[in-house]
C-alpha cells in the first residue's frame, strides 16, 4: 500500500492546458502535477479526464486499467463460467483452480491500479472545487470523480473486504483497513452525490463514455442489492427504469456491435480504441485476444489467442435456440476449401464481424453496467421483498429478448409464472449467467447469492470451493509494505 499510494502522490498525473479534444491525442500519464496546475477550467477537464484514462489503459504504469483485462477476467475464472487457457500465467491458472494465494499477481494487479485510479479521483474531488470556473461545469466533474471512486470501492470491498478507505490526498502512509460498513457508507455518500448533480446524457460528440445520473443510480441500485438494502435498491432500480433514458436492444446480437458504444443500452461503458466520444483513449481492447479461438486464423483473424475460454458447463446450460448462445459463442471455423471445422465453444460476442472482421485489437466498449442488469437489480430486489410477480415480470423481459433471432420471436423460453420466492432466485441467478457472459460478473453474482461451493463444482468437478473462496485475499505485497493491512483470515 504504501509504495501505491506513493506511486500516487508522484506520478498523479495531470494533463497540462490543453482541452479535451487535443486531450485524446496526447498520453495524460506521461506528465506530472506541478504547483500551478488546478488554476483553470481546462484543467479541472483535463485532471477529470486522465481519472477516466486510468480505467482503460494499459499503458498505467506496471498494470493494464481497471477494466482493461485482469478484473472481468478474474470474476470470469473464479467462479463457474470461464477456464484458463492462457499459457505461462500462473496467476490465472491459480484463480480458474481456487489454489490462489496472497502472492497472485493478478489480485496485486487489481489492487494497485485501483489504488492508483482512486488517488487520481480524490486530488479532483479535493482541488476542483478551489477553481474560478462555471459552476455547473465544476461540480458535474467533481461529480464524475466521485462516480468513479464510488464504483472502484465498490469492487474492492466486495473483493477483498476491509481495505484502506483513502479519500483525501494527504493519507497516512501506512492507512489501516477501514470496517466494510464505513467503506460502503463512502460508497453510497459518493454515488448519491454524484446523481445529484450528473446530467441525464451529454450531447452525441461530446459524452460518450462519461459517468451520467443513470450511471450512478443504477450502480447504487446494485450497491443497495449487494448490501440486502431491498427497499433501496428496487426504489433506485426503478427511478432509471421510469426515467425512460435507457432501453434493451431488440436483437441481443445488437448489443455488442460498435454501432451500438454509447447507444440505448449502455449505461456505463468503458472506451477502447478509437472509442468514437469524448472519454475514449487510445489503448485497444483485449476481448478478441483473449477470447477468440486461434482455429480463427484460416478465416483471416490475426493474433486471436483463446486464453481464457468458457466451460462446457456454462455452454450447455444454455436453451439450444437461445438467441444468447449464438451470439455468444463461436464453435465452427469456416476452412478456405468451405468445409466447416467444428471446436469446442469460444466465446465471441465482443467480436464485430463486420466492423473488425481482422478480430484482433478491439475497440469495443467493456459494459460495466448495461439496462439489462437494471431490469435484473429491480426484478431481484422485489423478489426479496416478495413481490415475486413484479419479479418474473422483469425477468421475462430480458427472456424475451432471447426469443428474438434476428427476425422473429421464436416459440422457445416461454415466460416465468408461478415460481416461489426460491425459484424465483434461481431463475434470476440463472438468467444473469446467460446474460453477462465475460462482463465481469459472475463470481460476484455466486457470491452474492452465496452459490460459490454449489456452483462451481458443476462446471470444473475436480474443484472444491469453501467459504474462504468468498472473498479474497489482501495482496501479500502490499502487506509486506503497510505494516497497518491485516490479511484477511482464511488467507493468514
Known amino acids: 500500500m504504501k509504495n501505491t499510494i506513493l506511486k500516487v502522490l508522484l506520478i498523479c498525473v495531470l494533463v497540462s492546458s490543453f482541452g479535451c479534444n487535443s486531450f485524446l491525442n496526447e498520453d495524460p500519464k506521461n506528465l506530472i502535477t506541478i504547483e500551478n496546475y488546478y488554476q483553470t477550467e481546462q484543467d479541472a477537464v483535463s485532471a477529470v479526464n486522465s481519472v477516466y484514462a486510468y480505467l482503460n489503459s494499459y499503458s498505467a504504469g506496471s498494470t493494464a486499467g481497471v477494466y482493461h483485462s485482469t478484473f472481468w477476467v478474474t470474476a470470469s475464472l473464479a467462479s463457474d463460467e470461464m477456464l484458463n487457457n492462457q499459457i505461462a500465467a500462473p496467476q490465472f491458472d491459480e484463480l480458474s483452480n481456487f489454489n490462489y494465494t496472497p502472492k497472485n499477481a493478478a489480485l496485486e494487479e487489481i489492487w494497485a491500479i485501483h489504488y492508483k485510479t482512486i488517488g487520481l479521483a480524490n486530488i479532483a474531488i ?14 458535474r466533474l467533481t461529480g464524475e470523480a466521485k462516480f468513479i471512486r464510488g464504483l472502484l470501492y465498490f469492487n474492492l470491498v466486495r473483493m477483498f473486504g476491509k481495505v484502506p478507505l483513502v479519500i483525501t490526498e494527504d493519507a497516512p502512509l501506512y492507512p489501516s483497513q477501514s470496517e466494510v460498513s464505513a467503506i460502503y457508507d463512502q460508497i453510497i455518500k459518493d454515488l448519491t452525490e454524484a446523481a445529484a448533480v450528473l446530467p441525464k446524457s451529454y450531447p452525441v460528440s461530446n459524452g460518450r463514455g462519461r459517468a451520467t445520473w443513470g450511471a450512478a443510480k443504477s450502480i447504487l441500485a446494485k450497491v443497495y442489492l449487494t448490501n440486502k438494502q431491498w427497499q433501496l435498491a428496487a426504489n433506485t432500480a426503478k427511478e432509471v427504469i421510469d426515467s425512460k433514458e435507457y432501453a434493451l436492444w431488440d436483437d441481443f446480437a445488437d448489443v455488442f456491435k460498435l454501432s451500438s458504444r454509447g447507444g440505448k443500452e449502455a449505461v456505463f461503458s468503458v472506451g477502447f480504441g478509437d472509442g468514437g466520444g469524448a472519454i475514449s483513449f487510445w489503448e485497444a481492447g483485449q476481448f478478441q485476444v483473449r477470447l477468440l479461438p486461434p482455429d480463427l486464423s484460416v478465416e483471416g483473424v490475426q493474433n486471436a489467442q483463446g486464453w481464457q475460454i468458457p466451460t462446457m458447463y456454462l455452454y450447455n446450460a444454455y436453451d439450444l435456440n437461445d438467441r444468447r448462445r449464438s451470439v455468444t459463442f463461436i464453435t465452427e471455423i469456416h476452412n478456405p476449401d468451405a468445409s466447416i471445422k467444428n471446436i469446442r465453444p469460444y466465446i465471441q460476442k465482443y467480436w464485430d464481424r463486420v466492423a473488425e472482421p481482422k478480430g484482433n485489437e478491439s475497440s469495443n466498449d467493456f459494459p460495466v453496467i448495461r439496462y439489462a442488469e437494471v431490469l435484473l437489480i429491480y426484478a431481484e430486489a422485489t423478489n426479496e421483498l416478495n413481490d415475486t410477480q413484479t419479479a418474473l415480470q422483469y425477468v421475462n423481459i430480458i427472456r424475451k429478448r432471447a426469443r428474438f433471432d434476428g427476425t422473429t420471436y421464436q416459440n422457445i423460453l416461454p415466460d416465468y409464472n408461478g415460481l416461489t420466492q426460491q425459484q424465483t432466485r434461481d431463475a434470476i441467478l ?14 460476484f453474482d455466486l457470491v452474492r447469492f452465496k452459490k460459490i461451493e454449489t456452483q462451481v463444482p458443476l462446471a470444473k468437478p475436480t474443484i472444491t470451493p469453501s467459504a474462504k473462496n468468498y472473498i479474497f485475499p489482501i495482496p501479500q505485497y502490499e502487506i509486506d509494505l503497510n505494516k497497518n493491512l491485516e490479511q484477511n483470515a482464511d488467507y493468514k
Open 126 to 139: 479535493n482541488r476542483i472545487p478551489a477553481i474560478n470556473m462555471n459552476t455547473t461545469l465544476r461540480d
Open 430 to 443: 440463472k438468467e444473469r449467467m446467460f446474460e453477462f457472459v465475460a462482463e465481469g460478473q459472475r463470481w
